[in-house]
């Protein structure tokens, strides 16, 4: 009975642990791994393990910006498990990882993990963290290396929170500075975001923000309408020169 009551509390309960195959994936790709389950000092019954792919996210609360943790992808793996004393168990899984999903790239990458859930009836659940990097796909390379051909360098990634994406509740946004006394040097800077599409694969929301220019302009920039938006719909077999064109006429 003391063996049951101290693993309920967490101390000798089975333990949780999941390895990844690889810690960095490309977007659009498999993550594989397995989930070891050791059994503690009693046997236990887990209800189900359940895999979360989680970002920090950034939101305003009470007017201000803060950064809180952002489930955006679910994988329930089994039913109901028995885990004896000291057994051991394997449970291999794989996870499709969306096109959407956050990008680590930018000075300040977004916080990624897979975040592991064993419910286990009238005990503690064991959980797991496992940091994850997630690389661009080739399209998104590809309009990354466009922009960059244009004299755009990338600055930050950041997460909001957005009903624009319902797949994963945020956008993420790709900020960019022009070098300057370059062709976009008249821009301030210039944003791109990744969004689901209707007719393509992704759709590309394009936003200029131009500098403000003698009294008219100025005017422009205080009250917000210098900044101008495009979308731009992504079939996924465009080049790189193709992307170039086209992002150099929204931005123009």
Do not use: Y
């Not at 609360?61 to 004393?85: C, G, M, N």
């Not at 990624?112 to 009238?122: E, K, L, N, S």
């Not at 503690?124 to 922009?147: F, S």
């Not at 022009?178 to 590309?204: C, I, T, W």
């Amino acid at each position: 009975m003391l063996d049951k009551l101290m693993a309920a509390i967490g101390i000798g309960s089975a333990q949780v642990d999941t390895r990844l195959e690889a810690d960095v994936v490309r977007a659009g790709e498999t993550l594989r791994g397995q989930i070891h389950i050791k059994g503690g000092e009693v046997a236990q019954e887990i209800d189900g393990l359940t895999l979360d792919l989680v970002s920090e996210v950034t939101e305003e609360v009470d007017d201000k910006k803060v950064r809180v943790p952002h489930s955006w992808a679910r994988l329930s793996l089994t039913e109901r498990l028995s885990v004896q004393p000291g057994a051991s168990q394997v449970h291999d899984f794989t996870l499709d990882i969306p096109l959407l999903s956050p990008l680590s790239i930018g000075r300040q990458q977004p916080r990624t993990w897979v975040a592991t859930r064993a419910d286990i009836a009238m005990a503690i659940d064991p959980r797991d963290q496992d940091a994850l990097r997630i690389q661009p796909a080739p399209l998104h390379e590809n309009v990354l290396d466009a922009m960059a051909a244009l004299g755009f360098r990338l600055t930050e990634a950041p997460l909001n929170r957005s009903r624009m994406n319902p797949q994963t509740g945020f956008v993420q946004e790709f900020e960019f500075k022009p070098e300057r006394g370059g062709r976009f040097s008249h821009l301030d800077e210039a944003e791109l975001a990744f969004l689901p599409s209707r007719e393509g694969v992704l759709d590309l929301l394009i936003q200029r923000d131009t500098k403000a220019r003698g009294l008219g302009s100025m005017f422009a920039e205080m009250t917000g309408t210098d900044e101008q938006f495009h979308r731009l719909t992504l079939h996924g077999n465009e080049t790189r020169q193709t992307l170039q064109d086209a992002l150099a006429r929204n931005l123009s």
